[in-house]
């Protein structure tokens, strides 16, 4: 098994280091000095950390606007929406994807990497997918197209795709739109029971998601992780959303922390622990990418340190090796 373990220093000048028995490493040609990561507390996202989610929640995606809007996009190109920025959930990738698809019914013709540099260009999220179509279509065409969005559409039809007809009716509370069994039941869990009970040993644990608070239950109990209320953030309890550092600052105060380390996937959730840790002077925070969710291989790892990663991880599972 091939794998990347490396350590790197604030000035993102870094070195390999080697879990003995486990995994090999690719080496990089930059000035080091070698600086452990000691640590007292671990926050881990949920999605591609700990469950693969490319047939649930990317599946969802693709498919709530197929069906709102009879056409979409290919599921590769999800991650270039996330790698934009500003969307804490699978919700709002949903509806920026809709906003393109129907831009492009309606004549745009910039691909999804260009349209995605731009949203980033904006600020990312949603403000920036409607500021780069605002800026580059016709005003009637983006106020059609604008009029034409139906974003309580493409949530239901998320939401009964994701969940299916059973949990749909328990957790929204009303009839799903059509029966399905639910997407939710094709999460492969990522990561291993030991890796879970050693870090639960040495360290405080926490969870930042922008999951729905029921639907990051059901995926913490899925891989066996009990994190009380008061350490978890879900998108109920978070109003700002990734990558704002308040759920990072209010858990390393409730763990009374030194040392935080926040474990995610994608590009925010490394923004969020460097934007917390330029907010605290007390504590310090890092974020450490896994290449387990949309960013993959030598692309997906050279994102991940130009965004601020003190470490790229092949998965959750070499987190223990690494922290001390």
């Given at each position: 098994?091939?794998?990347?373990?490396?350590?790197?220093?604030?000035?993102?000048?870094?070195?390999?280091?080697?879990a003995?028995?486990?995994?090999?490493?690719?080496?990089?040609?930059?000035?080091?000095?070698?600086?452990?990561?000691?640590?007292?507390?671990?926050?881990?996202?949920?999605?591609?950390?700990?469950?693969?989610?490319?047939?649930?929640y990317?599946?969802?995606?693709?498919?709530?606007?197929?069906?709102?809007?009879?056409?979409?996009?290919?599921?590769?190109?999800i991650?270039?929406?996330?790698?934009?920025?500003?969307?804490?959930?699978?919700?709002?990738?949903?509806?920026?994807?809709?906003?393109?698809?129907?831009?492009?019914?309606?004549?745009?013709?910039?691909?999804?990497?260009?349209?995605?540099?731009?949203?980033?260009?904006?600020?990312?999220?949603?403000?920036?997918?409607?500021?780069?179509?605002?800026?580059?279509?016709?005003?009637?065409?983006f106020?059609?197209?604008?009029?034409?969005?139906?974003?309580?559409?493409?949530?239901?039809?998320?939401q009964?795709?994701?969940?299916?007809?059973?949990?749909?009716?328990?957790?929204?509370?009303?009839?799903?739109?059509?029966?399905?069994?639910?997407?939710?039941?094709?999460?492969?869990?990522?990561?291993?029971?030991?890796?879970l009970?050693?870090?639960?040993?040495?360290?405080?644990?926490?969870?930042?998601?922008?999951?729905?608070?029921?639907?990051?239950?059901?995926?913490?109990?899925?891989?066996?992780?009990?994190?009380?209320?008061?350490?978890?953030?879900?998108?109920?309890?978070?109003?700002?959303?990734?990558?704002?550092?308040?759920?990072?600052?209010?858990?390393?105060?409730?763990?009374?922390?030194?040392?935080?380390?926040?474990?995610?996937?994608?590009?925010?959730?490394?923004?969020?622990?460097?934007?917390?840790?330029?907010?605290?002077?007390?504590?310090?925070?890092?974020?450490?990418?896994?290449?387990?969710?949309?960013l993959?291989?030598?692309?997906?790892?050279?994102?991940?340190?130009?965004?601020?990663?003190?470490a790229?991880?092949?998965?959750?599972?070499?987190?223990?090796?690494y922290?001390?």
């Amino acid at each position: 098994m091939e794998g990347l373990l490396l350590s790197l220093t604030p000035d993102r000048r870094y070195v390999p280091r080697l879990a003995a028995g486990s995994v090999s490493v690719r080496f990089f040609q930059c000035p080091v000095s070698v600086r452990p990561m000691d640590v007292d507390t671990v926050v881990l996202d949920i999605d591609g950390v700990l469950l693969d989610v490319a047939d649930s929640y990317r599946r969802a995606v693709v498919d709530s606007v197929d069906r709102v809007y009879g056409a979409t996009v290919d599921r590769e190109a999800i991650q270039a929406f996330k790698n934009a920025g500003g969307f804490n959930n699978d919700w709002l990738v949903t509806d920026a994807v809709a906003l393109y698809v129907l831009a492009e019914q309606a004549g745009y013709e910039a691909s999804i990497e260009t349209f995605t540099d731009a949203i980033a260009a904006h600020g990312g999220g949603l403000e920036g997918t409607e500021a780069t179509l605002a800026a580059e279509l016709p005003n009637a065409t983006f106020e059609a197209v604008i009029d034409e969005w139906d974003t309580d559409a493409l949530r239901e039809v998320f939401q009964a795709l994701y969940l299916g007809a059973d949990l749909y009716g328990e957790l929204e509370g009303a009839e799903p739109p059509f029966e399905t069994a639910g997407y939710i039941h094709d999460e492969p869990v990522l990561v291993d029971a030991e890796t879970l009970e050693t870090l639960t040993d040495r360290y405080n644990v926490g969870v930042v998601t922008g999951r729905p608070a029921a639907e990051a239950t059901i995926a913490l109990d899925r891989v066996g992780l009990d994190i009380e209320d008061v350490h978890r953030f879900t998108m109920d309890n978070w109003e700002q959303g990734k990558p704002h550092p308040h759920a990072l600052l209010t858990l390393a105060d409730r763990f009374d922390s030194q040392s935080v380390v926040f474990v995610g996937d994608t590009l925010d959730d490394i923004e969020t622990a460097v934007n917390a840790d330029a907010e605290d002077d007390e504590t310090t925070y890092e974020g450490l990418g896994v290449l387990t969710g949309g960013l993959t291989g030598e692309s997906g790892h050279e994102k991940f340190v130009d965004a601020g990663a003190a470490a790229v991880l092949q998965s959750i599972n070499e987190l223990p090796d690494y922290v001390r």
